[in-house]
């Protein structure tokens, strides 16, 4: 976020519920279920350094540094294994609603599927070789 940014979950002062249930479902799981309920019972402003204490934010940057620190994140990402990301996406949001042995018995799956996986002979050989990977996302 930058700098001036501000965040608000006003609904309770329009008459409503938080919209697509970001307010009453996602955001206990990303700021504590008495932050979220403050933030919603309140329709409290909260500028961008609250935010990122409260972990809804990972990041603070003056606005002219933001679109840059964007892409700069998003070209990390894109230069990971296309196969890991899914997968880890995949196990990431799986672990919010899978009780621990189905969450494990999934884990166990994908890290067998990752180490098969050409990506992984790709990153272990350009480790090997010092060369960037060049994944494939197979």
Do not use: C
Request: avoid cysteine.
């Amino acid at each position: 976020a930058s700098t001036n940014a501000r965040f608000s979950w006003n609904f309770v002062h329009r008459g409503l519920v938080p919209d697509t249930g970001a307010g009453t479902w996602l955001l206990p799981r990303i700021v504590g279920l008495q932050n979220a309920l403050r933030l919603t019972y309140t329709g409290d402003m909260v500028l961008a350094n609250e935010a990122l204490s409260l972990g809804y934010v990972l990041e603070v940057v003056e606005p002219d540094a933001l679109l840059p620190r964007a892409y700069e994140v998003a070209a990390k990402i894109a230069a990971g294994s296309p196969h890991s990301l899914k997968l880890i996406k995949n196990l990431t949001y799986d672990a919010l609603t899978a009780s621990v042995p189905e969450h494990m018995e999934r884990h166990t799956a994908a890290m067998s599927a990752s180490f098969k996986s050409e990506d992984h002979r790709e990153g272990v050989a350009s480790f090997l070789e010092r060369r960037p990977p060049h994944f494939t996302g197979r």
